[in-house]
């Protein structure tokens, strides 16, 4: 199960949540990166709880352990195409995912998630989590 992998904020929660399955396979993995807009949902889910300061700083953390991955003109460009070709197909997915799926593209990442829909995205590795 080795690899370079993108974790997609609901592969974060079960981490964050110690989940053995996922644990097991993140040690198996060659490289783990975290998207800039996981983190921001991560965020927003922390503030929204009844322990903001103590799951915020959590996310501190964790963010502070992994390589977080931002978003620039070329993970635009990538965001602009999966967008257009989902626009096609009539089959779209929510906006935050879209740039999940540039940044996945843009580094030659593999997508850990849970998430279906990003089968939508033609060309997409994804490993389920």
């Known amino acids: ?30 490289e783990v ?7 921001g949902e991560l965020y927003y889910g922390a503030r929204k709880s009844a322990r ?3 799951n915020t700083g959590r996310i501190d953390e964790f ?14 460009q990538h965001y602009s195409e999966i967008k257009n070709l989902l626009r096609a197909k009539g089959s779209p997915i929510p906006e935050n995912d879209i740039w999940v799926a ?3 593209f843009q580094y030659g990442l593999v ?19």
């Open 111 to 129: 997508l850990a998630t849970r998430d279906h829909h990003f089968d939508a995205v033609e060309g997409l590795s994804i490993e389920e989590w």
């Open 1 to 30: 199960m080795d690899g370079r992998f993108l974790l997609d904020t609901n592969v974060v929660i079960a981490l964050l949540a110690d989940e053995d399955p996922v644990k097991r396979r993140l040690a198996a993995a060659d």
């Open 33 to 39: 990166f975290l998207p800039v807009i996981a983190l």
């Open 52 to 54: 903001s300061d103590e």
């Open 102 to 104: 540039a940044l996945a």
């Open 63 to 76: 963010a502070a352990r992994n390589v977080v991955l931002g978003c620039d003109l070329v993970t635009a």
